[in-house]
């Protein structure tokens, strides 16, 4: 999961050196308009499929180091000027990505909590494994575990 997570951060920080020239600080644009771009191609390349992220500490802090870059830089600020970050979103009026990806993933568990019988993502959720564990190291991923497929009923 932190390989895709990486990979998102990469697209969106491609984005912005895309857009670094000819938009993020040219003074001509307002910040209104700066911040749509940030609305509409930033956060959506950022978070493409975060609904199923699983957010540690580590990923928190580079969600949030990818965000706050893009911010800077639209509010012509650097590291030198020493802003803290929640001012610098008061300034814009932006609420943190890291809220909206929670509330997000908050509303994906309650759609997985409604979801009728035989739907694979509701049956994924509520599948209790049965027996024992094999012995040694755990299987690292759903694909490898041919007992977590025949559990499920799948193929």
Do not use: N
Not at 111 to 133: H, I, K, S
């Amino acid at each position: 999961m932190e390989r895709e997570i990486d990979r998102r951060i990469g697209v969106a920080s491609a984005v912005m050196r895309t857009l670094h020239g000819s938009v993020v600080v040219k003074r001509e644009l307002s910040r209104k308009a700066k911040l749509s771009i940030y609305r509409s191609i930033f956060v959506p390349a950022l978070t493409y499929g975060h609904e199923l992220w699983v957010v540690t500490e580590r990923t928190r802090s580079q969600v949030q180091a990818a965000e706050m870059s893009f911010l800077c830089r639209v509010a012509g600020l650097s590291l030198r000027d020493r802003v803290r970050s929640s001012v610098i979103r008061e300034e814009l009026g932006v609420d943190p990505l890291l809220l909206r990806i929670e509330t997000s993933q908050m509303r994906w568990l309650g759609d997985l909590v409604r979801m009728p019988p035989g739907r694979l993502p509701g049956e994924v959720f509520r599948a209790r494994p049965t027996g024992r564990r094999p012995r040694g190291r755990p299987r690292t991923c759903w694909r490898r575990s041919r007992l977590a497929w025949e559990r499920l009923g799948i193929p």
